[in-house]
Structures are given as structure tokens and as C-alpha cells.
């Protein structure tokens, strides 16, 4: 089997138990040791939880990599610190950001891109 978690975000590493990730969860429970798990998520700032996360999962292959329907290369995303620790609001489009922090300062990162 084979699992794709496109913007896998932090996966479970949140040890509060506030904020879940069902297909986190579900992959953790059902995939077996030969099941390969690829786990995509552009937000730099996310990439050491997810790896804390899945560091049990020897399966597990990390992708700091966005994904888009129509951009191959680089693409810009958009972020608050407003959103740390967890970072759960990253798009590539900032009034998306504005939409859950209006009033808050945008950050933007360039990363590579791959086009679906």
C-alpha cells in the first residue's frame, strides 16, 4: 500500500491533543512496515515536527515541496507567525491567510514546486 498526505502539516506531533490529524492517524494505525508513506508539506517551519512525528515510521519519506495544478519550479506561499506553532494556514494564496488572520502581518516563502 501506498499513502500520499498531500500537506501533511505537523502530522500528530501535537502531544496536547488539540489539534488531530485523522489521516495522520489512520495511517499510523493501519499501514505496515512494508506500506510506503509520502508525506508532502511546503512549510519549512513544519518539516522537524513532521519529522518528530513519523519518527517511528521508517517508511516514511519527507517532501519540503509544494504542489500545484499549473506552476512547476518555484511558488510563493504565504504565512503569519500568528499561526506558530503549528502553521496549519499556508497558502498559496494570502487573502486565504487574511480570511482565518486579518489582522496580522503576512510572510512569504519561495519554494520548489512540483506541478500535478
Known sequence: ?????LGACIGDWDK?????????????KNSKSDDKIFLVEANPKNIDK??????????ANIFNLGVSANEN???????????????MVCST???HV???????????????NICT
Not at 50 to 59: A, D, R, T, V
Not at 73 to 81: D, L
Not at 98 to 112: A, G, S, V
Open 1 to 5: 500500500m501506498n499513502y500520499v498526505h
Open 16 to 28: 496536547t491533543g488539540i489539534v488531530r490529524c485523522g489521516f495522520t492517524e489512520f495511517i499510523k
Open 50 to 59: 513532521l519529522k518528530e512525528s513519523y519518527k517511528n515510521f521508517h517508511n
Open 73 to 87: 519550479g518555484e511558488i510563493t506561499f504565504f504565512y503569519t507567525e500568528d499561526d506558530a506553532p503549528y502553521y
Open 93 to 95: 494564496k494570502i487573502n
Open 98 to 112: 487574511l480570511k482565518h488572520y486579518p489582522n496580522t502581518k503576512i510572510n512569504e516563502f519561495k519554494i520548489k
